[in-house]
Nanobody
Framework: QVQLVESGGGLVQAGGSLRLSCVAS????????MAWYRQAPGKQRELVAV???????NYADSVKGRFTISRGNAKSTVYLQMNSLQPEDTAVYYC?????????WGQGTQVTVSS
């Protein structure tokens, strides 16, 4: 089994920044992909940013130029640097890990952006 623990969420004013962290532990062998998703109240969960084992990254159009996803040196940690936050970024942010086709989710961390 793989466990994911997120941290770094909180309340911030519009224009501010937050950095989310996700640490994976347990039976980790080959991580194919790590990502951040988010889910706002009444909306479907959506992909925010993804980083592959080859360090390729991709972003949702709504966060391009504002958010940066990166892997830690241990490769079992993923970060999401969020700058220029807007009220529409308010959501629960979930860490995602794909290992050899098996998918794991974190418990989520709340990000609230006030106007």
């Amino acid at each position: 089994q793989v466990q994911l623990v997120e941290s770094g969420g909180g309340l911030v004013q519009a224009g501010g920044s937050l950095r989310l962290s996700c640490v994976a532990s347990g039976s980790i062998f080959t991580i194919n992909m790590m990502a951040w998703y988010r889910q706002a109240p009444g909306k479907q969960r959506e992909l925010v940013a993804v980083v592959t084992s080859g360090s390729s990254t991709n972003y949702a159009d709504s966060v391009k130029g504002r958010f940066t996803i990166s892997r830690g040196n241990a490769k079992s940690t993923v970060y999401l640097q969020m700058n220029s936050l807007q009220p529409e970024d308010t959501a629960v942010y979930y860490c995602y890990l794909n290992q050899l086709g098996r998918v794991y989710w974190g418990q989520g961390t709340q990000v609230t952006v006030s106007s």
